[in-house]
């Protein structure tokens, strides 16, 4: 299974580098950053001392939707409060609800923020899941690093164990229901209701292979009766 760790704009090399240093430690091999090129920086290297060859291997993206385009399901960290475009999970849920969708996705993606800022909505938005690490002080705050290494160990049983995967399955229906609940609701002219659609946003991700499968065929039904 493939599980890219993906970094959006980090801003400090040394970052990256122990960023890169804690996924080899939990068996995560492959490593994306969007819009920053401080992962070539010699101090990233320094840092990533027995880890370097995730350096060497980075794949560079301009924007976060062109580093997910092969992803079929995505995790994005952020703080609960910013948690409105998609369901949040634990650490915990998200690694039970990841291990389902391994079964029949092929690609699963862990997404982090910039340092400074995070992710910006527009960035959660493109993601299927949100979670985030429950701290104990009012104002939480780990640096870069420390947040992969916490998360990356948290699924780590994900790519420890071999799932056989159902092949009957389909790992884009997920993205393909998404676009067919939003033109079903376009269609029943109810698309300005926020409160709908930042539902069926939030939960679709919740779905497992089979609910979503048959959601699909509901659909189908659906607009047939529509187009009679």
Known sequence: ???????????????????????????????RI?????????????????????????????????????????????ARSRAKFRYYATPQQAEGLLKEKQQWAGRLALIFGCEESGLTNEELALADLLT?????????????????????????????????????ADPQQLQALRVRLHQLLERLDVSDDIKM?????QRLGLLEQRDSAMLHRLLHDIEKKLAE
């Open 1 to 31: 299974m493939s599980f890219p760790v993906i970094l959006v704009s980090p801003a400090r090399p040394e970052n990256v580098g122990a960023a890169a240093r804690a996924m080899k430690t939990m068996g995560f091999s492959e490593l």
């Open 197 to 201: 659609t930042d539902w069926v946003d």
């Open 132 to 168: 985030g690490i429950p701290m104990a002080v009012e104002y939480p705050s780990l640096n870069l690093g420390q947040a992969v290494m916490v998360l990356c160990y948290q699924f780590s049983s994900l790519m420890q164990v071999s799932t056989p995967r159902q092949e009957t």
């Open 34 to 78: 969007v819009n920053s090129s401080v992962w070539q920086d010699p101090a990233a290297y320094r840092v990533a001392h027995g880890a370097t060859e995730i350096l060497d291997n980075v794949r560079s993206f301009p924007d976060l939707a062109s580093a997910l385009a092969d992803v079929d399901f995505s995790v994005a960290t952020t």
